[in-house]
T-cell receptor, first 116, second 114 residues
Framework: AQKITQTQPGMFVQEKEAVTLDCTYD???????LFWYKQPSSGEMIFLIY??????QNATEGRYSLNFQKARKSANLVISASQLGDSAMYFC?????????????FGKGNQVVVIP | DAGVTQSPTHLIKTRGQQVTLRCSPK?????VSWYQQALGQGPQFIFQ???????QRGNFPDRFSGHQFPNYSSELNVNALLLGDSALYLC?????????????FGNGTRLTVT
């Protein structure tokens, strides 16, 4: 069974600083995908970044980067130069080859509050 | 380019009642998935529809059912509502052969059962 673990308590981050959100995962499937989504108070889940299990390089998308350590089964999200609009819940999610990217297993999320 | 749209945005129902939630996928997408997100939790997969059939199902009882129409839009039906069904219901769309492309989510329907 797939499992995503996000255990950090809520975080306060100073504007313009970087923040790292931890995510560990567990799967026996050799082919899987890892996603990070942002959920502001409005409720919409906003896709941030994707890492495939066979990708050799860490994924980056603008201010977002994913620190993928396959042996440790971790996929931490790094947000550089935090902005006030980054205040939200952040969810790590995983898909496996069995079901493809249509079926995601989510963690419980990390709350981030950016302060000026 | 319209994204995923859901209706209604909020809904209040009484225990034992039935509810129908609606979703229109992002233009060009052919697959719709539904997720339930309880307060303080991550979303949980309910089921996925493609070609008007349920293709995958998560660990949800038969009280949860769905439908997909020829235009790819979808409905989620929940019968005999329980207090525990109170949650944010998220619809997501994608292409069945989308490779690494991510799910696109709507803003959700917040259901409160009293």
């Amino acid at each position: 069974a797939q499992k995503i673990t996000q255990t950090q308590p809520g975080m306060f981050v100073q504007e313009k600083e970087a923040v790292t959100l931890d995510c560990t995962y567990d799967t026996s499937d050799p082919s899987y995908g890892l996603f990070w989504y942002k959920q502001p108070s409005s409720g919409e889940m906003i896709f941030l970044i994707y890492q495939g299990s066979y990708d050799q390089q860490n994924a980056t998308e603008g201010r977002y980067s994913l620190n993928f350590q396959k042996a440790r089964k971790s996929a931490n999200l790094v947000i550089s130069a935090s902005q006030l609009g980054d205040s939200a819940m952040y969810f790590c999610a995983m898909s496996t080859g069995t079901y493809g990217n249509n079926r995601l297993a989510f963690g419980k999320g990390n709350q981030v509050v950016v302060i000026p | 380019d319209a994204g995923v749209t859901q209706s209604p945005t909020h809904l209040i129902k009484t225990r034992g009642q039935q509810v129908t939630l609606r979703c229109s996928p992002k233009s060009g997408h052919d697959t719709v998935s539904w997720y339930q997100q309880a307060l303080g939790q991550g979303p949980q997969f309910i089921f996925q529809y493609y070609e008007e059939e349920e293709r995958q199902r998560g660990n949800f009882p038969d009280r949860f059912s769905g439908h997909q129409f020829p235009n790819y839009s979808s409905e989620l039906n929940v019968n005999a509502l329980l207090l525990g069904d109170s949650a944010l219901y998220l619809c997501a769309s994608s292409l069945v052969r989308g490779g690494d492309s991510p799910l696109h989510f709507g803003n959700g329907t917040r259901l409160t059962v009293t």
